[in-house]
């Protein structure tokens, strides 16, 4: 099993930036993917960004240019550096891990909230 944390939301102008962190704990030597998804009042939960163990990247056509994934691994942490952020940003911002035995697991999200 595999725990995942989020933290780093919140209320942030039109334009402006925040950073997400989720903190992995359990079978994290079993972790290979790990992303992040949103979802928006009425949406469905959509693909932000996700980045393999080794570091490759893939960005919803949305967010390229200015959200950066990353990820430590020692640390056990998942990062998403937002910039230049839009109202259509706004959503519950959700950290998901895969393991090598195809597990997927989610965390209990957090708001981010883009004001114009």
């Known amino acids: 099993q595999v725990q995942l944390v989020e933290s780093g939301g919140g209320l942030v102008q039109v334009g402006g930036s925040l950073r997400l962190s989720c903190a992995a704990s359990g079978t994290v030597l079993r972790i290979t993917t790990m992303g992040w998804y949103r979802q928006a009042p009425d949406k469905k939960r959509e693909l932000v960004a996700t980045i393999t163990r080794t570091g490759t990247t893939n960005y919803a056509d949305s967010v390229k240019g200015r959200f950066t994934i990353s990820r430590d691994n020692a640390k056990n942490t998942l990062y998403l550096e937002m910039n230049t952020l839009k109202p259509e940003d706004t959503a519950v911002y959700y950290c998901?891990?895969?393991?090598?035995?195809?597990?997927?697991?989610w965390g209990q999200g957090t708001q981010v909230t883009v004001s114009s």
């Open positions: 998901t891990a895969y393991t090598d035995i195809w597990s997927q697991f």
